[in-house]
Nanobody, 122 residues
Framework: QVQLVESGGGLVQAGGSLRLSCAAS????????MGWFRQAPGKEREFVGS????????IYADSVKGRFTISRDNAKNTVYLQMNSLNSEDTAVYYC???????????????WGQGTQVTVSS
């Protein structure tokens, strides 16, 4: 059974850091493009970044570039989202997803996790 499970969310003060994890089961994430998305209350889901399973290449949304870093551990079948210098605009539910293409469009991703809440207090 294919499953993605996010963890690591929580409450953090502005300027702080969090690391989210996304553990995959039922498939090998190294064969996919792994994306991170987020959805804030009242807003549409937005692309945060992605990492290629083939060569580890990453792309990021402008809003997080330089603050967020995506990495993966193939041995653990897990992808990570390191978030630094957090601010209130980063408050959202964060989702990981697996797809076959390098794209910022969420409708191109096949498998999704249930999401983890990140709340940044100012």
């Amino acid at each position: 059974q294919v499953q993605l499970v996010e963890s690591g969310g929580g409450l953090v003060q502005a300027g702080g850091s969090l690391r989210l994890s996304c553990a995959a089961s039922g498939f090998f994430l190294r064969l996919y493009i792994m994306g991170w998305f987020r959805q804030a209350p009242g807003k549409e889901r937005e692309f945060v970044g992605s990492i290629s399973g083939r060569d580890g290449a990453t792309i990021y949304a402008d809003s997080v570039k330089g603050r967020f870093t995506i990495s993966r551990d193939n041995a653990k079948n897990t992808v990570y989202l390191q978030m630094n210098s957090l601010n209130s605009e980063d408050t959202a539910v964060y989702y990981c997803a697996a797809g076959n293409y390098i794209t910022t469009s969420d409708d191109q991703y096949i498998y999704w996790g249930q999401g983890t809440q990140v709340t940044v207090s100012s």
